[in-house]
């Protein structure tokens, strides 16, 4: 059960990044062009990546040179969804935010069923509608006025999870391929570089992102590096537990549906209770109308999740 130990780390650890992300975009980047964040990410990348292959001592043993191509193209595609991330805290609520992304199991159930030839049942066919009905609820409940802003958030993070489940797929495939050869954190190492090189191209072809994040950095200083530096390693540690859970689990779908079953409460109850402890960082409405109508969306969500691990019929 080693596996489901990590996944729930990381599902913490996921929840407090977002949260402080959130913090970041509102405080320092005033909810514009926060992604540019990725001018700090893309040297923190490349350490990250060469601290990770230097643990292993640079002993790729056999490994095909193919391998290290789609665990570089797994870094970059993953990477890719931090733009409609960080598009999406701009416009939403954390909490909301942390429902719409729990579309993530649904994506690596049918994903995982086409490439990873992972099993298919009658539960997962029911549990889907659920899912799903858990964004439905949140848009429909919300004004007339701010419903397209939520359906935009709905489309970002999207967008978000689909990078990272495609990311997150190739890693795991790229481990069966060469389980005999490459050292999990080597792997690791170049996933981060593959993220790294794709956050160059991105931050190339953004000037404006180069501008933002230069302006923001000489306002703030150590304001901002500091909560930047310590989410980025709340990051690391996600994503290195994430992983090894998704390897070490009995399918990917059963790996995320475990993770995506805790988030969305751990981030509700941080959400409520950040905003009444912290205000500045949590941030969170507390009408009665709208902790009702997250905490159905969360009940959802977690019904769903549920299904997702029961066993074929």
């Known amino acids: 059960m080693m596996w489901l130990l990590l996944v729930l780390l990381s599902s913490f650890l996921d929840s407090t990044r977002i949260f402080v992300d959130n913090f970041i975009s509102d405080t320092f980047f005033k909810g514009r062009l926060?992604?540019?964040?990725?001018?700090?990410?893309?040297?923190?990348?490349?350490?990250?990546?060469?601290?990770?292959?230097?643990?292993?001592?640079?002993?790729?043993?056999?490994?095909?040179?193919?391998?290290?191509?789609?665990?570089?193209?797994?870094?970059?595609?993953?990477?890719?969804?931090?733009?409609?991330?960080?598009?999406?805290?701009?416009?939403?609520?954390?909490?909301?935010?942390?429902?719409?992304?729990?579309?993530?199991?649904?994506?690596?159930?049918?994903?995982?069923?086409?490439?990873?030839?992972?099993?298919?049942?009658?539960?997962?066919?029911?549990?889907?509608?659920?899912?799903?009905?858990?964004?439905?609820?949140?848009?429909?409940?919300?004004?007339?006025?701010?419903?397209?802003?939520?359906?935009?958030?709905?489309?970002?993070?999207?967008?978000?999870?689909?990078?990272a489940v495609i990311g997150n797929l190739i890693f795991v495939k790229t481990n069966d391929l060469d389980s005999n050869h490459l050292n999990f954190f080597s792997e690791t190492g170049f996933f981060y570089l593959g993220s790294c090189i794709s956050n160059v191209i991105i931050v190339i072809l953004r000037p404006k992102w180069r501008k933002r994040f230069v302006d923001v950095a000489k306002k703030n200083k150590l304001k901002l590096f500091a909560p930047i530096s310590i989410n980025f390693i709340i990051n690391v540690i996600k994503n290195i537990t994430y992983r090894a859970g998704l390897v070490l689990a009995p399918t990917v779908a059963i790996a995320s549906a475990a993770s995506d079953s805790v988030e969305p409460i751990i981030i509700f109850f941080m959400g409520i209770v950040l905003t009444l402890i912290w205000p500045q960082f949590g941030r969170e409405k507390l009408q009665k109308k709208t902790i009702l109508v997250h905490l159905v969306a969360t009940v959802l969500v977690v019904v769903g999740i549920v299904l997702l691990q029961l066993p074929n019929m």
Do not use: D, M
């Open 34 to 163: 926060a992604a540019s964040q990725k001018c700090f990410t893309v040297f923190a990348e490349l350490i990250t990546a060469i601290i990770l292959i230097a643990v292993t001592g640079f002993n790729f043993g056999g490994t095909e040179s193919y391998i290290f191509f789609l665990i570089i193209l797994a870094g970059a595609i993953y990477t890719i969804g931090g733009i409609p991330y960080f598009r999406a805290l701009e416009i939403e609520e954390t909490t909301n935010i942390g429902i719409f992304v729990q579309l993530a199991p649904i994506l690596y159930l049918v994903l995982g069923w086409i490439f990873l030839n992972e099993s298919f049942s009658v539960y997962h066919l029911i549990a889907i509608p659920i899912i799903l009905l858990a964004p439905l609820v949140v848009v429909v409940n919300a004004r007339k006025r701010s419903r397209k802003v939520k359906l935009r958030a709905v489309f970002y993070a999207f967008l978000y999870v689909l990078f």
